[in-house]
Nanobody, 130 residues
């Protein structure tokens, strides 16, 4: 049974860098052929996919955030991380890590398919405010 747990600061000041870590148990993040994603949900808005890191360490971030977001991993700790720089209040959201997507395609940039992610962390609230 795969379990994911997000950790990081709940409050970040504007212009700072947000750093979140997802700790995975029950499955190795390097196991073939899983992808591991960061997802967020701003207040009153839909779920938004941020990006993923693959079992081989490749990463992909949605173009709207690629200038500010990066995803990395520490395989020895079975963790992957999200860094989001130059945050603004518009980055306020509940941030989730999840296993998936199962299928890759252009749909990633146009819609959110919740059934593509089979395991989720509980989510962590991040507020950007001075």
């Amino acid at each position: 049974q795969v379990q994911l747990q997000e950790s990081g600061p709940g409050l970040v000041k504007p212009s700072q860098t947000l750093s979140l870590t997802c700790t995975v148990s029950g499955e190795s993040i390097t196991a073939d052929f899983f992808f591991w994603s960061w997802i967020r949900q701003p207040p009153g808005k839909e779920l938004e996919w941020i990006g993923y890191i693959t079992y081989s360490g490749s990463t992909y971030v949605t173009p709207s955030l690629e200038s500010r977001a990066s995803i990395s991993r520490d395989s020895s700790k079975n963790q992957f991380t999200l860094q989001l720089s130059s945050v603004t209040p518009e980055d306020t959201a509940v941030y989730y890590c999840a296993r998936g997507p199962v299928h890759i395609g252009s749909w990633l940039l146009t819609e959110f398919r919740k059934d593509e992610y089979d395991s989720w962390g509980q989510g962590t609230q991040v507020t950007v405010s001075s």
